[in-house]
């Protein structure tokens, strides 16, 4: 993966940040791919996470903690892992775009869900209502009962991440949910946030542009940020 600039983040963040999810995800895998943002739409949403895996890696590092609240006792946990123990393993890259499967001795055409079929759903109502569309958007066949068959054929190509936790205090374990999309914009709306701070205490202290000021690393920012004030 190529180095991506702290401008490219920075606009990234500005041009993408009021699009729905789907969308915000796409653009940054495809800033760490350097492909267009159109293309990155059509990927599949395994494909698009194994990219979102490797910039977070490279933006931020391998190194992650995450707190999460016990469903049982509301015990709040600090976790620290690495993202090598938890990236998926195995999906395609580049995705076949379209695959046929024998579901019940019957064919069926089908492919993986990716970022413009979860913004075509997300206006729908619930949760049911959404997968429903989302499987008929996908699957081509000549009834749902297919269509469900070969949805759960394909589940296991997906790029899910569960992590199996234990509350320290009751004892009760369970499976959270890991969304690497979600995850990496919060980390990067909070460093733009940060950054632009520092951007402004930089410029109104020495005089210095905007683009200047992007060139040193986060380190020496704010190392002068610290030595103002």
């Known amino acids: 993966m190529r180095q991506t600039p702290a401008r490219q983040l920075l606009d990234g963040w500005e041009a993408f940040?009021?699009?729905?999810?789907?969308v915000r995800a796409a653009a940054l895998a495809a800033l760490g791919r350097d492909v267009p943002l159109a293309e990155a739409m059509r990927w599949s949403i395994a494909r698009r996470d194994l990219a979102l895996f490797d910039l977070r890696a490279q933006v931020f590092g391998e190194s992650l903690d995450a707190v999460t609240q016990c469903p049982n006792c509301s015990e709040q946990l600090e976790m620290q892992f690495t993202l090598s123990q938890i990236r998926p393993h195995g999906a395609a890259e580049p995705d076949v775009e379209f695959r046929a499967l024998l579901v019940d001795g019957a064919g069926v055409s089908c492919r993986l869900p990716n970022s413009e079929d979860l913004l075509a759903?997300?206006?729908?109502?619930?949760v049911?209502?959404?997968?429903?569309h989302l499987i008929e958007r996908c699957i081509d066949a000549d009834s749902q009962e297919l269509r469900e068959h070969a949805a759960a054929l394909l589940a296991p190509e997906s790029a899910d991440v569960h992590l199996h936790l234990t509350c320290p205090s009751c004892d009760h374990a369970w499976r959270a949910a890991f969304d690497i999309a979600m995850f990496v914009w919060r980390e990067l709306d909070e460093w733009a946030q940060r950054t632009l701070r520092e951007i402004h205490v930089l410029a109104s202290a020495y005089g210095w542009t905007e683009d200047a000021i992007l060139q040193l690393t986060a380190r020496r920012r704010q190392t002068y940020v610290e030595m103002i004030r």
């Open 128 to 132: 049911a209502g959404a997968r429903h």
């Open 17 to 22: 940040r009021g699009d729905p999810m789907p």
């Open 121 to 126: 759903v997300m206006s729908d109502g619930d």
